[in-house]
């Protein structure tokens, strides 16, 4: 059972990396790599029960944590950019 769910995770992630490599616009890479690093944190659970290693708990949720600021810092530097450079569609 725990297989199947470490397959769906890793499964989910892919699709994360290809959504953040072909997304349309700077916010969908930006969710992208967000959701990436989710995944990434549940998957650090999944392992710690598996194994038996509680203190993987804690670098799931460091991880996490790191993600959230460094999605928030992009975000913020996103959103000061002037509209002109953030989609070189739109003109």
Known sequence: MYLVVSIAILVTMVLALVRALRG???????????????????LLSVIAFLFGRPDF???????????????????????????AEQDPGHE
């Open 24 to 42: 349309p616009t700077v916010y969908d890479r930006v969710l992208a790599v967000n959701m990436f690093g989710t995944k990434t944190a549940l």
């Open 57 to 83: 708990l804690d670098l799931a949720l460091a991880y996490a944590l790191i993600n959230l600021v460094g999605v928030l810092a992009v975000l913020e530097f996103f959103q000061n950019r002037p509209l």
